[in-house]
């Protein structure tokens, strides 16, 4: 155990450790907020009579104790797998002030953020790459909080603790390495400060001005992607197709069932080996249903292909997507038109729609910055990967911008 003040850190192995209680109260109650955490900051040493103010967080579902709970009671996220937990926990007075979801990693898969010519390079130098720390959640390419700090504790003071905490757990473990991927970028310029060297990449978020319908969301597109739109949901239905969008209650097991064999259909061709086990989405229906949107496509009575959303206080976070059966455009119709439907009828301002995929910019999805932080141990390896960042920053910045310019929106119009 470490400690830092009257705060004392320490990893546990596994979620269970943690009452859903304690935890979803830092997961939800409040994460670092950029101007509040500076301003905190900047008089560190007179916060021990101050308290964080009372805003709310957005709500992320994949932060929540019964995600977590899911991904490892169903053995999709454990030692064995090679995503062993190692949740470091900050504690104050008796409580859990703040948490960093974090596993001891044996191995770069499912993260989405790519290291493996890191780990070469530094193996091929003669170092053990593996263990390594990687604070993220699993085989989840989403942005969220990281550092969770919970109302009312100190968010500077817990914050500190909790990077410093990182470090000293990456030495504990014998790791070379902590990654907090898809992080806010508070966060990340919080952290890099403390450190960690700072990464960048894109993704593609569709992005809800306050649209009354889909159609409103039409009208702001030139002509030529308005009506490329319009041919694909009518092509992608063509066949006798029908789309139920299921939440709550309606998703039976019938439902995960199907979803399941899509997933494992489709997971096997992309990556070889699917990540999440058919007990994890029986335990998401179980403890979650309602912060899911399970978007099925149906023919002939029978489920064909589906896509599954998870829903955000602000945002609807588009996961995994698969299919039996393979009509034109119907991807583009499960996974990106009805998540863009859902969103404006749900008053959600965001749509993620996961990783990689420039074709989703014809389709209203624009480049969007994601951040990683990474604290090297070895000082000369350190050295070498940042410089490799700095010009990698440099090369997603110009894509980024490049990308955008390729957008669907109308000249002038507030979304392009």
């Not at 003669?126 to 504790?153: C, M």
């Not at 709550?248 to 069932?257: K, L, N, Q, R």
């Not at 912060?291 to 599954?308: C, N, Q, T, Y």
């Amino acid at each position: 155990m470490m400690t830092s003040s009257d705060i004392t850190l320490e990893a546990v192995g596994s979620i269970s450790q943690v009452p859903q209680a304690e935890w979803d109260a830092c997961a939800t109650g409040r994460a670092v907020a950029g101007q509040t955490l500076a301003d905190d900051l900047a008089d560190l040493d007179t916060l021990s009579s101050v308290t964080s103010s009372t805003s709310e967080a957005p709500y992320n579902p994949f932060v929540s104790h019964a995600f977590l709970s899911a991904v490892e009671t169903s053995n999709s996220a454990c030692a064995r797998t090679g995503w062993g937990p190692r949740h470091l926990l900050a504690k104050q007075d008796g409580k859990i002030a703040g948490i960093v979801p974090c596993y001891l990693k044996s191995h770069s898969q499912g993260e989405y953020v790519f290291d493996r010519g890191w780990a070469d390079a530094y193996e091929r130098a003669g170092g053990d790459y593996y263990p390594k720390l990687q604070a993220s959640v699993p085989f989840t390419p989403a942005t969220g909080p990281r550092l969770l700090i919970r109302d009312g504790f100190d968010v500077a003071r817990v914050s500190e603790a909790l990077a410093g905490g990182l470090v000293g757990l990456c030495e504990a473990t014998q790791a070379s390495s902590v990654h907090v991927t898809f992080a806010r970028e508070d966060e990340w310029r919080f952290l890099a400060e403390r450190g960690f060297l700072q990464r960048t990449d894109q993704q593609f978020h569709f992005h809800n001005p306050g649209y009354e319908t889909f159609d409103d969301f039409l009208a702001t597109l030139n002509s030529r992607h308005r009506k490329a739109i319009k041919r694909e949901r009518r092509d992608a239905l063509a066949a006798g197709i029908t789309i139920e969008a299921l939440s709550g209650p309606d998703i039976t097991e019938e439902a995960w069932d199907a979803f399941f064999d899509f997933y494992m259909e489709t997971g096997s061709r992309k990556w070889g080996r699917p990540y999440l086990t058919r007990e994890f989405y029986t335990l998401i229906g179980e403890t979650m249903a309602e912060d899911v949107a399970l978007i099925m496509a149906k023919r002939d009575g029978k489920f064909i292909a589906g896509a599954i959303n998870f829903i955000g206080s602000d945002t609807l976070f588009g996961r995994h997507w698969g299919a039996i059966e393979h009509h034109p455009f119907l991807h583009f119709e499960v996974c990106y038109y009805q998540a863009i439907d859902f969103a404006i009828r749900c008053k959600l301002k965001t749509v993620e729609a996961g990783a990689q995929g420039e074709h989703k910019i014809a389709r209203g999805y624009l480049p969007q910055t994601t951040y990683s932080a990474h604290y090297i141990a070895d000082r000369g390896f350190r050295a070498a990967v940042a410089d490799y960042l700095k010009r990698e920053r440099s090369y997603v910045a110009e894509a980024g911008r490049e990308l955008a310019e390729l957008g669907p929106f109308r000249k002038g119009d507030p979304a392009a």
